[in-house]
């Protein structure tokens, strides 16, 4: 029987085929799962497996750019499922995994059309945050985008403050400070940690999101230094 790690590498295989594997930034929780091929050859890092939801992030551009590649029928072709929700949203389905595309917030619509892919998207606050500096790894075979860690510790803890449900909360919260744990081992961290911090919370609205969970950081180390990262000016 494939292991969910194997179905994942399908899915990568079948973008390359396909031809949008460069195009597109693995989020959420397969992002922190392949930190562990950027963190390798610096320390331990065992990151809980991820789940079976693949979070895709698209470029914001490729919303209004004229068709490239028909992806909705390329996945098609490529034995992937489609589920049609009633907010016209289209989730793809193979072996276990569910896909879902985004997008950063652009206008009021919460489901757009990816005109470049024929595609529906999802529109979520805060994620343009992970398009600024994306690192490469290599996962198998195949060159995998993801978001600079800085970005995704940042990114998670803004979000977990919206999250209506305290499991869900308390989730992104662990997976912030798990990537924290080993960032915090690197040379410069508190330096870096700082800039990222101030450049993703001159916004008050985000600052207030993330001052609002770090009381439920487990480390209180890090509490106080993304305190102290948080309110320098």
Same mark, same amino acid.
């Given at each position: 029987?494939?292991?969910?790690?194997?179905?994942?590498?399908?899915?990568?295989?079948?973008?390359?085929?396909?031809?949008?594997?460069?195009?597109?930034?693995? %989020?959420?929780?397969?992002?922190?799962?392949?930190?562990?091929?950027?963190?390798?050859?610096?320390?331990?890092?065992?990151?809980?497996?991820?789940?079976?939801?693949?979070?895709?992030?698209?470029?914001?551009?490729?919303?209004?750019?004229? @068709?490239? %590649?028909?992806?909705?029928?390329?996945?098609?072709?490529?034995?992937?499922?489609?589920?049609?929700?009633?907010?016209?949203?289209?989730?793809?389905?193979?072996?276990?995994? /569910?896909?879902?595309?985004?997008?950063?917030?652009?206008?009021?619509?919460? %489901?757009?059309?990816?005109?470049?892919?024929?595609?529906?998207?999802?529109?979520?606050?805060?994620? /343009?945050? @992970?398009?600024?500096?994306?690192?490469?790894?290599?996962?198998?075979?195949?060159?995998?985008?993801?978001?600079?860690?800085?970005?995704?510790?940042?990114?998670?803890?803004?979000?977990?403050?919206?999250?209506?449900?305290?499991?869900?909360?308390?989730?992104? %919260?662990?997976?912030? /400070?798990?990537?924290?744990?080993?960032?915090?081992?690197?040379?410069?961290?508190?330096?870096?940690?700082?800039?990222?911090?101030?450049?993703?919370?001159?916004?008050?609205?985000?600052?207030?999101?993330?001052?609002?969970? @770090?009381?439920?950081?487990?480390?209180?180390?890090?509490?106080?230094?993304?305190?102290?990262?948080?309110?320098?000016?």
């Amino acid at each position: 029987m494939k292991s969910i790690e194997n179905h994942v590498e399908s899915v990568l295989e079948d973008f390359e085929k396909i031809g949008i594997l460069q195009d597109v930034l693995f %989020i959420g929780a397969w992002a922190r799962y392949f930190y562990k091929e950027h963190f390798k050859s610096e320390t331990d890092y065992y990151p809980r497996l991820a789940t079976k939801d693949l979070d895709i992030l698209l470029p914001k551009e490729k919303a209004k750019q004229s @068709l490239q %590649i028909d992806l909705h029928q390329k996945l098609l072709e490529f034995g992937y499922q489609h589920q049609i929700f009633r907010n016209s949203l289209i989730k793809y389905y193979k072996n276990e995994l /569910e896909l879902e595309f985004l997008l950063p917030t652009h206008g009021s619509k919460r %489901i757009v059309s990816v005109k470049a892919l024929n595609i529906k998207a999802q529109q979520l606050p805060y994620l /343009e945050m @992970l398009w600024e500096s994306p690192i490469h790894i290599r996962y198998g075979k195949y060159q995998v985008s993801i978001p600079d860690p800085y970005d995704f510790v940042v990114h998670k803890l803004i979000i977990s403050s919206s999250r209506s449900v305290r499991q869900t909360k308390l989730q992104d %919260i662990r997976d912030a /400070e798990e990537v924290l744990v080993v960032l915090m081992q690197e040379k410069g961290f508190e330096s870096k940690l700082s800039r990222v911090c101030i450049k993703y919370t001159k916004n008050k609205k985000a600052k207030s999101k993330v001052l609002k969970v @770090l009381p439920f950081l487990l480390d209180p180390g890090l509490r106080k230094l993304l305190n102290k990262a948080i309110e320098e000016k």
